[in-house]
Structures are given as C-alpha cells and as structure tokens.
C-alpha cells in the first residue's frame, strides 16, 4: 500500500513542475496609496493564514500516518496470532 504521505509528495512535485506563463495582473492600479497598504497587509495576512493551515494539516496528516502504522502492526499481530 503506498503511503498518504507519498501521494502528496508526488502531487506536490507535479503541481510545483507546472510551468506556465501567465501576466501579471495589477490589482492596485488606480487606488490610492493607503488602499495600496490596506490591501498589501490584507494579502500578507491571506498568506499567513493559508501558510497556518498548510502547517496544521502537515501535523494533522503525521498524526494519521503514525495511527494508521500502529493499527497496521496490531492488524499483523492479530494475523499473526
């Protein structure tokens, strides 16, 4: 059985090998300078934001992969009783 935690490795490594050109948009043009700086921190704090939960379900994922060995070797000793 292949590893959760190797299926989102290899999906990571294809997303992240997408190489595709895209222009940029300027989604500050024609706003004043504080809106500027308003939506600058507003971005910054989407980015935190998405950066915790990445985190969050990396220790969520560590948590199922460590459960689902300890149930596979009870499963292997049951079998082998």
Do not use: H, W
Request: net charge negative; aromatic share 4%; with cysteine.
């Amino acid at each position: 059985m292949i590893a959760l935690q190797d299926i989102i490795k290899t999906k990571r490594e294809l997303l992240s090998r997408e190489t595709y050109s895209r222009n940029p948009i300027n989604c500050s043009a024609g706003m004043a300078e504080d809106q500027k700086d308003r939506y600058i921190q507003y971005l910054a704090e989407q980015n935190q934001d998405l950066r915790l939960t990445s985190d969050a379900m990396k220790l969520v994922l560590e948590d199922f992969m460590a459960k689902m060995q300890e149930l596979e070797e009870k499963m292997s000793a049951l079998e082998s009783n």
